[in-house]
């Protein structure tokens, strides 16, 4: 099936400082997206992008489908972007069964 | 905003009972979805539903039973419940198309089974 891999598994940043995480997919996903869970617990969406790159303020989405990977830039880190990064692909075209990876634990220190 | 919202928040059951948490969406999407997530394992597809009436088997539907009686409300049922089903489960509701497949979340319920 559908395996998703996210790395790092956990990092520690000084504010200001930049991140990339890495998701990487075992077979073509016609459909991936990248989601943040607050500390708190709340999931919620950042980035719909099955191909190319997208922006939106200090973050960006790179994914290169016919490598099977995608990452995730997050420029001048703040304390607020501390939390958990997660990239989801779709299971297979129009599912909507969709496969988590196990995600990236974000720690921005003031 | 979409709105998904999820109860009870918190759940604390014996083994054996009968457990329900119950999921409503006030986005007119189509379809809904029951994770669950524990450390290590991220989040995992327990059961989904296209549209009222219809539940679908999702990664790990075992020990769950799922009910869609409107297109508002989803339903997780735990029959019999287990220790091994204490977790953090979250509700979501969304669609897809050209567009994707964005998912709009509850804000999770937290079930510890005794």
């Known amino acids: 099936g559908q395996q998703v891999q996210q790395s790092p598994a956990s990092l520690v940043l000084q504010e200001g400082e930049n991140a990339e995480l890495q998701c990487n997919f075992s077979?073509?996903?016609?459909?991936l997206q990248w989601f943040y869970q607050h500390p708190g617990g709340r999931l919620v969406s950042l980035f719909y992008?099955?191909?190319g790159t997208k922006h939106t303020g200090r973050l960006t989405s790179t994914t290169v489908t016919n490598e099977r990977r995608s990452s995730l830039h997050i420029s001048s880190s703040q304390t607020t972007d501390s939390g958990t990064y997660f990239c989801?692909?779709?299971?297979?075209?129009?599912?909507?069964?969709?496969?988590f990876g196990t995600g990236t634990r974000l720690q921005v220190l003031p | 905003e979409a709105a998904v919202t999820q109860s009870p928040r918190n759940k604390v059951a014996v083994t054996g009972g009968k457990v329900t948490l119950s999921c409503n969406q006030t986005?007119?999407?189509?379809?809904m979805y029951w994770y669950r997530q524990d450390t290590g394992h991220g989040l995992r597809l327990i059961h989904y539903?296209?549209?009222?009436?219809?539940?679908e088997k999702g990664d790990i539907p075992d020990g769950y039973k799922a009910s869609r009686p409107s297109q508002e409300n989803f339903s997780l049922i735990l029959e019999l419940a287990t220790p091994s089903q204490t977790s953090v489960y979250f509700c979501?509701?969304?669609?897809?198309?050209?567009?994707?497949?964005?998912?709009?979340f509850g804000p999770g319920t937290r079930l510890t089974v005794l």
């Open positions: 979501a509701s969304g669609d897809s198309g050209l567009g994707g497949f964005e998912q709009y």
């Open positions: 077979s073509t996903a016609t459909r």
């Open positions: 992008n099955p191909s």
């Open positions: 989801a692909i779709e299971r297979s075209s129009n599912t909507n069964k969709v496969v």
């Open positions: 986005n007119n999407h189509n379809n």
């Open positions: 539903s296209y549209g009222a009436g219809s539940t």
